[in-house]
């Protein structure tokens, strides 16, 4: 028996209800992930995990294709495939075939994107996934190629929204396993 389980709709307050709903629409998706749907009973995770994803990741000034390269990207480095899914499935849309990500993946430096976006692409991958490793150069190399400081931690945010995501992913997604 899993741990956890899905609440149905019935079970769910109203605000919890519509903050779903309003994150299934905005990724414009044909279903809510169970990932999402298990903290149903938690009304101060749901409301704080979508405020976070609001204001860290989908209301930015870097495109969105990029975006979702770096969740990917991201994803793949941390072994979320929930995640990893997700962003392909985003990709999939703006025209990336699953031929084009699969190299995007072994090469993350050939992103097709213009230089600052592969920029914000691989700043945020090492942020997210190299966090402990970062040195005063990083930031100093990031301002170099142009990025403000207000950019920077936009970066930083984006990423640190990633990786508290992917925790909620992984671990739900254990959680809810067959023993």
Sequence with gaps: MAFFDIPADEELPPEVRQRLEEYRRLLGLESLPRTWKVFGRSPKIIEGRFTAFQNLSYQSR???DARNLAVMLIAHAKRCQGCFTGARSQLNKLGFDEAMLDSICADPGALPLKE??????????????ESADLQPKDFREMAEHGFSKEEVQEIIGFAA???MNMVFTQSVNAGLQEE
């Design 62 to 64: 870097f495109p969105w």
């Design 161 to 163: 929204y990633w990786a």
């Design 116 to 129: 600052r976006d592969r920029l914000f692409v691989r700043h945020a991958l090492k942020i997210a996934t």
